[in-house]
């Protein structure tokens, strides 16, 4: 009986990005809404991406196999 193929989760795909060096990056949280409120150099610092904290790397990757 041959094994089932273990899916990429959707929402993992939509949220963070393997790089080349098997490491992964993600988006700043709290740019959605309530934009008015911050500051413009509070919402480009936000925009940017940052990496995965290492100890979340390994769950992370589980949802793409």
């Known amino acids: 009986m041959k094994k089932k193929k ?7 795909k939509k949220r963070f990005k393997i790089l080349f060096n098997k490491k992964i990056k993600r988006k700043y949280s709290f740019k959605n809404h309530n934009l008015m409120k911050k500051s413009n ?25």
Do not use: E
């Open 6 to 12: 273990l899916k990429t989760k959707s929402s993992s």
């Open 41 to 65: 150099k509070r919402k480009k610092r936000l925009s940017k991406f940052i990496l995965l904290n290492k100890r979340d790397n390994k769950n992370i990757k589980l949802h793409f196999n």
